[in-house]
């Protein structure tokens, strides 16, 4: 078939995976996983490096089965994973020339490698997790935040500490993650705390890693924790209540992040999991407001899965073998359209689809403001049955048995009594071109009256 020049595909811009995928697993894996009390307890207990460090001795990840992961990421409808190449403890999980604080020297395996081959084999997009912080480095000086900081002895300690000697180590490890594991997709640089006790931009050369990022590859995603705009924000645990803008209120890209359970890496006796209802809502919700979801899973000190995160992202899978189109290549309603989303529903649309998620199931009626004469057919999304639809003239007097005293503009569809056997039901209403002009076929029945007992 040959092409007019018109018709010539137009290159995708170098970020639309990320924008359509919506879905993503993090994972947080390091020496922490085998204290087993959140990733931050070197800091929480001010534990010296000399005492924290023998963890490496320790450090036996027999069951870190990256293959398991990435099978376990893209069957639960993910499209990218994000993996703590280096975390605040200092531990690398990748093969470094500069540090023997690593994965490599403590069990002989490059856990970054091993995770990259993974992702890439199921089709996945590769992100790296890096910590500009570094509590184990000599040279990272002393602040607010550091393990240390109680110490009496702080400015002699950082008296003898040389930052700028850290900062190359930064840098030359995050040129190792660029240069020598193919393409990366994504770098999560992990943060910047300005302030007089803190760390910003100017420390760790922000400007001139993000330019490095750039330069070896250019089209892997900045997120924005150097403490310089990037590509994406990065709320952090908690949802953003509608789509983000940033200071000239300009809409921007965003992800938030999420625990299964309030920590990162594996927290033993941390029970509080959410339930996976809340969040499969959350990740709904996430595309309701035009961002992503990356849902974290902290494996244990073996590397293992935990039994609560593998069941919530297989009920998560589950529903998305069956739901990803309301999902993945979806956003926000077009507020053109004029819908208005029922209580307890929330919305996605995806070109002339409209996504009705319930999670409240009505009594058979499920009343739609700003869809009259906009509705071509709808369905229950997992098993593609019809959903009939009428816009009942506002003026028309009900009996005791017919639905009436509707306002104006509302589309009343009629749902079974039994809620679909899904984590959450999907209404997927097919909207009209143009979204005004008069629905047709099949199951239109803008003119029939609803009588309870049809
Ligand atoms: C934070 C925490 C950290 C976690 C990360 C995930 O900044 O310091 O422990 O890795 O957020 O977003």
């Not at 990733?39 to 001795?57: I, L």
């Not at 309030?262 to 990740?283: A, H, I, Q, T, V």
């Not at 056997?421 to 099949?442: H, K, Q, S």
Request: hydrophobic share 35%.
């Amino acid at each position: 078939m040959s092409r007019s020049p018109e018709a010539a595909p137009v290159a995708e811009h170098p970020h639309a995976w990320f924008d359509a995928a919506r879905f993503g697993l993090f994972v947080h894996f390091g020496l922490y996983s085998i204290v087993a009390r959140h990733e931050w307890s070197m800091t929480w207990e001010r534990r010296s490096d000399e005492d924290y460090s023998r963890y490496a001795e320790f450090f036996e990840p027999d069951r870190f089965d990256a293959r398991l992961i990435a099978r376990t990421a893209r069957q639960a409808g993910m499209r990218y994973a994000v993996l703590t190449t280096k975390h605040h403890e200092g531990f690398s999980l990748f093969d470094s020339a500069l540090t023997d604080y690593s994965s490599v020297t403590a069990c002989g395996r490059d856990l970054v490698r091993e995770f990259v081959e993974a992702m890439r084999d199921e089709g996945l997009r590769v992100g790296f997790y890096h910590s500009l912080i570094d509590w184990h480095h000599p040279d990272f000086t002393i602040d607010e935040l550091h393990p240390l900081r109680d110490r009496d002895d702080v400015a002699e300690l950082n008296a003898a500490r040389d930052f700028p000697r850290y900062r190359a180590h930064l840098h030359a490890q995050v040129r190792e993650l660029l240069t020598n594991y193919g393409q990366v997709d994504y770098m999560f640089f992990d943060f910047t705390y300005p302030g007089d006790d803190g760390k910003g931009p100017q420390d760790w050369d922000s400007e001139g890693l993000l330019a490095m990022v750039r330069e070896l590859q250019p089209t892997c995603l900045v997120n924005d924790r150097l403490g310089i705009p990037g590509d994406l924000v990065t709320p952090e645990q908690y949802q953003p209540a509608e789509p983000m803008r940033d200071e000239h209120d300009r809409p921007v890209r965003w992800e938030a992040c999420h625990t299964t359970n309030g920590s990162w890496g594996y927290d033993r006796d941390n029970l509080e999991f959410k339930s996976p209802e809340l969040l499969l809502r959350m990740l709904v919700d996430t595309v309701a407001t035009g961002g992503n979801l990356l849902l974290n899973i902290g494996p244990d000190g073996r590397g293992g899965l935990r039994r609560e995160d593998t069941e919530a992202l297989a009920a998560i899978g589950e529903w998305m073998t069956l739901h990803h189109g309301s999902v993945q290549g979806a956003g926000p309603v077009d507020p053109a359209l004029g819908v208005e989303a029922p209580p307890g529903a929330i919305l996605t649309q995806k070109g002339a689809r409209l996504f009705i998620h319930l999670a409240t199931w009505p009594m058979r009626h499920l009343h739609v403001r700003g869809l009259a004469g906009k509705v071509r057919f709808a369905r229950l999304l997992h098993d593609g049955s019809e959903v009939t639809h009428t816009t009942i003239d506002p003026q028309e007097r009900g009996s005791h048995t017919t639905v009436r005293g509707i306002g104006e503009d509302v589309v009343t569809f009629s749902l079974p009594i039994r809620r679909p056997a899904v984590l959450l039901p999907v209404l997927e209403v097919r909207l009209d071109e143009n979204g005004t002009a008069p629905p047709t076929g099949p199951g239109s029945a803008d003119t029939t009256a609803i009588d309870i007992q049809e």
